[in-house]
């Protein structure tokens, strides 16, 4: 790490908000990749019968287990049975329902208000909100990042190649960067959801094939600018190849446009999954939703809590993204950094 990074990256733990949030948001992430041992119908840790038995990591079928079919077992009906409490123990999470659990139980129809069963209520069909909104933080985290991964990779690649070649080559690709980026996103969703069907991975190629856009004119007038310094035209001098001179001269000092923008790709990814999953043409029911909750809090403005906990949610999570990306960009732009010395 040169000492121009290390100056900036002190530079980025100074700014509290900024690195306090990406504490923050990395320990949340990293709690969700666990969500099935903090949120799950079936125990973490299951003996019966003298064996021991791991659920949440494991298929058992039910005739292991004793049951009269061999699908999965019921957990909650054999750990609720008479002969379990003599012959077994089982470890529950700390909330026993998974977020496509309904909860039925009850006298009143769901929705059911936040309870200690239910720490933020039940949605309109009876699943845990909390469970819903830990598994939807998951995905969206998930599909955020490795947008994000994706734009941030074709941003540089073609960006790079413009700034770099110039002449007919850039022109030509900008005129089809133009056009490509007219395209109507929403219309490409729907037709290419109705084809191959709504899924994580659809959803993902599409967005990719839009969001790059936006961080290629960055890139390539970082190259354009670099390709043109005294040790560009030393190296070329030297017989030093295109592609050692694109990866290893260039684009190393052409990261701070990329270091800035990427936080708030991940911050477009979210938004655009949510509304995507608020509008019908995202994931699939029942997978957990943050914008499958807003419409139901929409349609049940009467039960408070299935909003305002996805809201609140939704919103911490883009300030604190928010945040992130103000303090990158504070810390590595040199505008920013220039002005401060």
Known sequence: MSDLTKDRWRKFKKIRRAFYSLI?????????????????????????????????????????????????????????????????????????FDPLEADLEGMDPPPHPPSAQHWLGTDSLGRDVFARLLYGFRICMLFSLC????????????????????????????????????????????????????????LLIVMSLFSWVGLSYYMRGEFFKLRGQTYIRAARASGL????????????????????????????????????????????????????LLQQGLDNLDFPWIAVSTVAALFLTLLMATFIGEGAREAFDPKFHDKDS
């Open 24 to 96: 923050l948001l990395s320990v949340l992430f990293f709690i969700s990749l666990f969500s099935e041992l903090i949120a799950n119908s079936k125990p973490i840790v299951l003996h019966y019968r003298g064996q021991t038995y791991f659920p949440t990591m494991f298929f058992y079928s039910g005739k292991e287990l004793g049951q009269p079919y061999g699908t999965e077992a019921d957990y909650r009906g054999l750990t609720r049975s008479e002969g379990f409490t003599r012959a077994g123990w089982a470890v529950y999470p700390p909330l026993a």
């Open 147 to 202: 947008l994000t991964v994706v734009s941030g990779f074709l941003g540089v690649l073609v960006g790079g190649i413009q700034g770099y070649l110039g002449g007919r080559t850039d022109i030509l690709m900008q005129r089809l960067i133009e056009v490509w980026s007219a395209l109507p996103f929403l219309y490409v969703v729907i037709l290419l959801g109705s084809i191959y069907g709504q899924n994580f991975w659809m």
């Open 241 to 292: 190849g295109s592609f050692r001179i694109f990866f290893g001269q260039i684009l190393p000092n052409a990261l701070t446009p990329l270091i800035t923008i990427l936080p708030f790709t991940l911050i477009a990814g979210i938004s655009s999954l949510t509304a995507l999953d608020f509008l019908g043409f995202g994931l699939p029911p029942p997978t957990p939703s943050w914008g499958e």
